[in-house]
């Protein structure tokens, strides 16, 4: 049981869908509290889950002592590319940055202004990036002559659905991401496919625009958004708020990472690695994940460590909040 002394005091910054996530699982790990929410918005028009108090962001650096970990629930189009840097100067920080491309250069600003200030710094944590790529690297070690496949959804994407609200002259939006079904089956019969990015998913978009947007402009500026559209076959679709407020509200998602690998004298022997999540709740799931890794985060601090890490470096034990003999005797 925790005691008052271990109890790791939370904050998190931004109260979106990822930030109520977050929020709820924190009240299931009894090794933790939430010491704050902190939003852009008017406090007062903020109703959180639990009795968490809600503050001004401008209040944050005058709680630097109060939080021993800052989840950040930005999105990674706009919000954290300058939250992490800037806050991994004053805080201990745990993010979902999960543009694949941007995280190397992404992880060395983080790093360098984590290291800086003595802080630690965990980002791109969730499930892709974060238990896909774990399971990717597991398999790659396992099963050295192989390839590997990631299949994304059905499902919402808020990354990419953060990225078409933040296009002018759009009021609101939706993104699925729909892996193509004969793809994925010629995996999964052994086949060995080699597939292009738009081989793999297609990608469509439910967009309310705003009264006397140009759809044609918002539509070009969808397909063509490196990074997130460019590369696969996009369609565009334009519906009323009540459309989208109806058919399009729920936030499921999943997918599979798979490997395919040979063993034997001469490769003879066929294998399949395949690791699959099917979530009711992708931003609940995800802030589940960043809770999991705040621990971890301050596991990281009490053995001196500095600067920023991603799921690779972190011990899966630091994850729980377990004893190393629980585990062995109930897990291993």
């Not at 993104?175 to 086949?191: C, F, H, M, N, S």
């Not at 590369?231 to 990472?257: C, M, R």
Request: glycine share 8%.
């Amino acid at each position: 049981m925790s005691t008052t002394e271990n109890i790791i005091r939370v904050g998190i910054l931004g109260y979106g869908n990822l930030g109520r996530g977050a929020e709820l699982s924190i009240k299931q790990n009894a090794d933790m509290t939430l010491v704050g929410i902190f939003t852009r918005r008017d406090p007062a028009s903020v109703k959180p889950e639990t009795n968490a108090p809600v503050y001004d962001m401008d209040k944050l650096l005058t709680m630097q002592n109060d939080i021993d970990v800052l989840i950040l629930c930005g999105g990674s189009a706009t919000d954290l590319p300058k939250q992490g840097p800037d806050l991994a100067q004053y805080f201990n920080i745990v993010d979902s940055f999960d543009t694949h491309a941007a995280i190397p250069d992404y992880y060395a600003k983080v790093n360098e202004a984590a290291k800086k200030s003595n802080k630690v710094a965990l980002i791109s944590v969730g499930w892709d990036p974060g238990m896909f790529s774990l399971n990717r690297l597991y398999a790659g070690c396992i099963l050295p002559q192989g390839k590997d496949y990631t299949f994304w959804g059905k499902g919402v994407s808020q990354g990419h659905s953060d990225a078409i609200r933040r296009i002018e002259g759009v009021a609101d939006g939706k993104q699925y991401t729909i892996p193509v079904e004969e793809a994925l089956q010629a995996v999964r019969d052994g086949k060995d496919p080699v597939l292009s990015t738009r081989e793999k998913h297609t990608r469509e978009c439910f967009v309310v625009a705003k009264d006397g947007a140009d759809t044609k402009k918002i539509e070009a500026e969808i397909i063509n958004m490196p990074n997130y559209f460019a590369d696969y076959n996009t369609t565009v679709h334009f519906i009323s708020q009540d459309e989208l407020n109806k058919n399009h509200s729920a936030i499921a998602h999943g997918g599979f990472v798979m490997r395919t690998g040979k063993t034997g004298v001469n490769q003879e022997t066929n294998h399949l690695i395949e690791y699959s999540l099917k979530l009711g709740s992708n931003p609940e799931f995800t802030a589940s994940v960043l809770v999991a890794y705040a621990r971890a985060n301050q596991r990281l601090r009490k053995h001196g460590a500095t600067g920023a890490f991603t799921v690779f470096d972190i011990p899966p034990a630091y994850l729980s909040p377990l004893s190393g003999e629980e585990l062995r005797k109930n897990l291993l």
